[in-house]
């Protein structure tokens, strides 16, 4: 099993950019799905989650400027970032768990947030 991101590259402040996760090999719509970040010289954080049904959860630091979403027909996760910060600028990675615990990240897509 795997896990693509797509979607990546330079965008300007205040701007916007939709990040795509395909798994493959997994039964996709089981899976808890989360996006991480990893800035320059930074530690992986979490910024989103969705359940396997659809409910998303946010860090305080992208609430109202970022919208996680699925379509598990498409074994298909997204994160949709808007108004950017360059603060943002970092790997994006995605990550899905089941109720058992397997696990599988993806191998990161490239944001910059720059002028």
């Known amino acids: 099993a795997q896990l693509v991101e797509s979607g990546g590259g330079l965008v300007q402040p205040g701007g916007s950019l939709r990040l795509s996760c395909v798994g493959s090999?997994?039964?996709?719509?089981?899976?808890?799905v989360s996006w991480h970040r990893q800035g320059p010289g930074q530690e992986r954080e979490l910024v989103a989650t969705i359940s396997s049904g659809g409910d998303p959860t946010y860090v305080d630091s992208v609430k109202g400027r970022f919208t996680v979403s699925r379509v598990n027909a498409k074994n298909t996760a997204y994160l949709e970032m808007s108004s950017v910060e360059p603060n943002d600028t970092a790997v994006y990675y995605c990550?899905?768990?089941?109720?058992?615990?397997?696990?599988?990240w993806g191998q990161g897509t490239q944001v910059t947030v720059s002028s």
């Open positions: 990550h899905a768990r089941d109720w058992l615990n397997n696990n599988y």
């Open positions: 090999g997994l039964v996709f719509g089981r899976y808890v």
